[in-house]
C-alpha cells in the first residue's frame, strides 16, 4: 500500500511541475493581461496533459483528473495568487 501512496504523491508533483513550468513560462515570456495569459496556460497544460497521456507517460486517470479544465483553472489562480503574494513575478507594469 506504501508504494501506491508514494505512486500517486509522485504523479502529484510532477503535475504541479508540468503547472508551475507553464505558468511561469508564459507570465515571464507572453504578452498580454492576465486572463489573455491565463487562457494560453490552460490551453498548454491541458495540450502538455494530453501529449504525456498519448505517449504513455501518466495513465489515464491521472489525465482524467489532474488535466480537466476546472482543476487547471482552479490550480492556476493558486499558482498564480501564491506567487504573486511572495513576490516572484515582480510589480506589473
Do not use: H
Amino acid at each position: 500500500m506504501f508504494k501506491k501512496v508514494k505512486t500517486v504523491f509522485t504523479i502529484i508533483s510532477q503535475v504541479i511541475s508540468v503547472y508551475s513550468f507553464i505558468v511561469t513560462l508564459i507570465e515571464l515570456e507572453e504578452e498580454g493581461k492576465g486572463e489573455e495569459k491565463k487562457q494560453k496556460a490552460v490551453e498548454w497544460i491541458k495540450d502538455a496533459g494530453k501529449r504525456l497521456l498519448e505517449e504513455g507517460k501518466i495513465p489515464a486517470w491521472v489525465y482524467n483528473i489532474f488535466f480537466d479544465s476546472v482543476i487547471v483553472n482552479w490550480a492556476i489562480d493558486v499558482l498564480v495568487s501564491l506567487a504573486n503574494r511572495l513576490g516572484f513575478f515582480g510589480e506589473e507594469e
